[in-house]
């Protein structure tokens, strides 16, 4: 049974930092897509980033482009999500995904609260 556990998630001011990771178990991903979304209260979840284990293309939401750095280590099956220059509108819960391509995101993880306070 495939699992994905987020961590890393917490509270942080302007411009800070944090580093997000997921750790995936119950299976091969070599062809899989990775990629964290984002929640915030009273919006639909959205796209932040993701990575293709097969190639190691990466893909981000143009909001965060040049900020947040999605990374992925095969050995341990984790996707990491580092964020700099974080901003109030940062501010979601946000959530570790498996897919494949063409297909979508068949795994979710229970979500970790990032918070950036102004």
């Known amino acids: 049974q495939v699992q994905l556990v987020e961590s890393g998630g917490g509270l942080v001011q302007v411009g800070g930092s944090l580093r997000l990771s997921c750790a995936a178990s119950?299976?091969?991903?070599?062809?899989?897509?990775m990629a964290w979304f984002r929640q915030a209260p009273g919006k639909e979840r959205q796209f932040v980033a993701s990575?293709?284990?097969?190639?190691?293309?990466?893909h981000y939401v143009d909001s965060v482009k040049g900020r947040f750095t999605i990374s992925g280590d095969n050995a341990k099956n984790t996707v990491y999500l580092q964020m700099n220059n974080l901003k109030p509108e940062d501010t979601a819960v946000y959530y570790c995904?498996?897919?494949?391509?063409?297909?979508?995101?068949?795994?979710w993880g229970q979500g970790t609260q990032v918070t950036v306070s102004s």
């Open positions: 995904a498996l897919g494949r391509p063409s297909v979508g995101f068949d795994y």
């Open positions: 119950g299976g091969t991903f070599s062809k899989n897509i």
């Open positions: 990575i293709n284990w097969s190639d190691g293309n990466t």
